[in-house]
């Protein structure tokens, strides 16, 4: 076989560059649901695009070869022996006592293969060079009496750039004496895959290949693979010299023969694509085998890139490319090509490979800088980085029951449920949504709308509370209650203005309005948070801020049995501060770890006086969600109880329903702090998610009933029958009852019919300072003395 470079041309980009600027994948991100399946389809195109110019390069080409060489190894099978290699080996030239055997040597050689019975015989080897006159006439009268049979080699003048020759043809005094065979072939990078053509132009003539003659094709001109699954060490080879000496034992009737030369010396020996060496004649003989059974169908890379088209422009409709198909759509392309191989039946699976890669990892990022993994919603950054800033108003829609929501099941699948929301705000027509992004990010949704005047604001706000209460309800009845935020200030960038719209809606839910618009009003509020925040710091370091101390009340005996800690801050210029403001500020800007350290701090050493008095006292500190998330809580508390020498069964920290008491960490943060007798309770309880198998699962001693359930107690049914269920399921789960917010004796003696453990409220007292609570436990136990 003789070897011609098939480096592919330098490809012309100058078409394909126009094409790629032309595309609209290039063009500005839209915005909507619609803009997001474009940019979708749009990274699908890209890929097959890739996948496309990799396969017209041949870039794949190494992996391909050495993929359908594997793919030959599984289907390994012997050939047929209908071919005979004759082998020029290393034992003929010791035997002839030469470098390669003479003409006249070969003209014996041909009668003796005749006389055997072969039916044809191909010379693998273009006797060009020149001989002695005597050699020459004996082979050339030889081969004449055999035209027809027999066929010498010739290859075709080749020039790759790098190399040039100018082709071989048998020498004149042979040339009229018998036909000649192609002895062309191609050999892939790295030497992982050979190419024969069927015939090739030699002159003005078309040349058989030697594979076409061995294998008497007669189809259809092209270039084919060999099937390498045939063993070439199963194609009979009898040695040169033993055939003259007629020492061979291979039978030769009506076979076919192939001389080649086979010696270490020869040149023609190529790389079997697994490894190894073989002469090049093994390969004609390969071809040959192949073509006996047809041309093979070489499909290239058409069906699979079509295939992975498909697949991606599938996978694009969807918000997040399921990995299940991707992997599936990659592992098909191999097996469907393995199985194609035993029909002879080949195609290119790596651009098709290449385009489900590149598209499968561009949708995946596109979906994980759009969409929540775990809900499938829109992210902010998405809307951050893609919303449009002019003509809009920005909304935020909190909502407040979401908890509610999740408790009466919509917690199993929150993305639908979140999806039904959002449709319900896509099909509004007074929403002016339109098709823009909806973005879900904790309990808040965030879009843009084109903007209203601003006594228009509040009444479309309500009607857009009133649709989603309307068309939201879930199983049980629950409907959507929240606050809208609205950020109108069109100058301020998006990322600005989304933020504002989340703080409005915020600050309307701590208030309980419906909607918030982040005018000059709101950004005065805004600016005072600001100020408080320095002030806050400010008031912690100078020990400023003050704590008052809420008696809690066995409602049996009436006796004090605890205090709840709360911050009184009063300041001498902003005036009184809002404990939900302090620690709003706190938490919005990071400084909640050290107000709950300062009030803890406070409240223990004011308190080491009230356990003097009464060694079952019990302090109550309030501690955020946030801060308990922290494994800083542990640190603080420990470090405090020992500078004050605190007791820890003497205090109980209350976390807030919303205080997610299930996540894994907080619980082993609870349990940190368990260890040192620390009770916990469940502040706010009524107004979250919580649930009887959720109370069970969360490691609490104490439940304290939210005060909207209690004030209303004495008028309602309904408060009556919440507190009387709530007091049964906690005392069921060995839970103490606490309600808050008692105003009236009414109130109390419900509550202590119902078996209510403590009470605490202004029927009782309100917050006083430490000194004034121990003249309240003075007096108390003045009277148990007497």
Not at 492 to 518: D, F, M, W, Y
Not at 718 to 746: N, R, W
């Amino acid at each position: 076989m003789k070897h011609v470079s098939n480096a592919p041309n330098e490809p012309h980009l100058g078409a394909f560059g126009l094409l790629l600027r032309r595309l609209p994948f290039l063009g500005r991100a839209s915005t909507g649901r619609t803009g997001q399946r474009a940019k979708r389809r749009r990274i699908a195109i890209v890929a097959v695009v890739i996948g496309l110019f990799a396969a017209l390069i041949e870039l794949p080409m190494p992996l391909e070869d050495g993929f359908k060489a594997a793919r030959a190894e599984l289907r390994t099978r012997e050939a047929p022996g209908d071919i005979v290699v004759v082998a020029i080996d290393d034992a003929t030239l010791n035997a002839l006592a030469t470098d390669r055997p003479t003409r006249r040597q070969d003209a014996q050689l041909v009668d003796r293969i005749f006389a055997q019975g072969a039916s044809r015989l191909v010379f693998d080897r273009a006797y060009a060079d020149p001989a002695p006159p005597e050699d020459d006439a004996a082979f050339a009268a030889e081969l004449r009496q055999h035209r027809g049979q027999v066929w010498l080699g010739a290859s075709p003048a080749a020039d790759n750039g790098l190399q040039q020759h100018a082709g071989l043809l048998p020498t004149p005094a042979l040339r009229d004496s018998v036909a000649v065979a192609s002895m062309m072939g191609q050999s892939g990078p790295f030497g992982l895959s050979v190419r024969f053509p069927t015939s090739t132009p030699i002159g003005a003539d078309e040349i058989p290949s030697i594979s076409a003659i061995l294998g008497e094709y007669r189809g259809e001109e092209g270039w084919y693979r060999p099937d390498l699954a045939i063993d070439a060490r199963s194609i009979p080879t009898v040695s040169y010299a033993e055939i003259l000496s007629g020492a061979g034992d291979v039978d030769l009737k009506g076979k076919t023969v192939v001389v080649a030369p086979t010696h270490l010396g020869s040149t023609d020996f190529h790389n079997l694509p697994l490894g190894g060496k073989i002469p090049g004649v093994y390969f004609h003989v390969m071809g040959a085998h192949t073509l006996q059974d047809g041309m093979p169908l070489d499909l290239s890379w058409y069906p699979a890139m079509l295939f992975a088209a498909m697949v991606l422009f599938a996978q694009a409709r969807r918000r997040r490319p399921l990995r299940a198909v991707t992997w599936g759509a990659i592992g098909v392309l191999p097996v469907a090509a393995t199985l194609l191989d035993a029909s002879r039946i080949s195609i290119d699976v790596f651009p098709a490979l290449i385009a489900l890669g590149v598209g499968m990892v561009r949708l995946n990022l596109h979906a994980g800088k759009i969409y929540n993994k775990s809900t499938n919603l829109v992210l902010r950054e998405a809307l951050e980085t893609t919303g449009d800033d002019a003509k809009t108003d920005v909304y935020a829609f909190k909502i407040t029951n979401l908890g509610d929501l999740t408790g009466t099941g919509v917690s199993k699948d929150l993305g639908r449920f979140v999806e039904r929301v959002i449709d319900t705000l896509q099909g509004a027509a007074q929403s002016r949504v339109g098709d823009r992004q909806i973005v879900f990010e904790k309990d808040t949704l965030i879009w843009q709308a084109t903007k209203l005047d601003a006594r228009d604001l509040h009444k479309n706000a309500e009607g857009l509370i009133a649709l989603l209460r309307s068309g939201t309800a879930v199983q049980g009845g629950a409907r959507i209650e929240g606050t809208i935020g609205i950020e109108t200030n069109r100058t301020l960038p998006l990322e600005t203005r989304i933020h504002n719209a989340i703080q409005a809606a915020e600050l309307g839910s701590r208030k309980r309005i419906r909607s918030v618009i982040a005018d000059t009003k709101w950004l005065d509020l805004r600016e005072r948070r600001i100020e408080l925040l320095s002030e806050l710091d400010k008031a912690m370091e100078e020990r400023s801020i003050g704590i008052g101390y809420q008696p809690k009340v066995d409602l049996l005996s009436g006796r004090v049995v605890g205090a709840e800690a709360l911050i009184r801050w009063e300041h001498p210029e902003l005036g009184y501060i809002e404990p939900t403001e302090a620690v709003a500020v706190a938490e919005e800007h990071d400084r909640i770890d050290e107000l709950t350290a300062y009030v803890v701090d406070r409240a223990l050493e004011d308190a080491g006086a009230a356990i003097a008095l009464d060694p079952m006292f019990k302090l109550a500190v309030n501690v955020s969600a946030q801060t308990l998330g922290s494994v800083m809580v542990l640190y603080h508390v420990a470090r405090l109880r020992s500078r004050h020498r605190f007791p820890g069964k003497n205090l109980i920290i209350e976390v807030t329903e919303s205080t997610p008491l299930d996540d894994i960490a907080v619980r082993e943060i609870i349990r940190g702090l368990q260890k040192d007798d620390i009770t916990f309770s469940i502040d706010d309880f009524g107004t979250g998610h919580s649930t009887l198998a959720y109370l069970g699962q969360v490691p609490s001693a104490e439940l304290k009933i939210d005060r909207r359930f209690i004030m209303n107690l004495a008028t309602s049914e309904d408060s009556l029958a919440v507190v009387k269920g709530t007091i049964e399921m906690a005392h069921t789960l060995g839970k103490v009852v606490v309600a808050e917010g008692i105003e009236d004796d009414l109130t109390a003696e419900r509550l202590r019919r119902l078996g209510c453990d403590i009470g605490q409220g202004f029927l009782f007292s309100p917050a006083v300072a430490m000194d004034e609570l121990l003249l309240m436990l003075e007096e108390e136990y003045s009277v148990a003395c007497a």
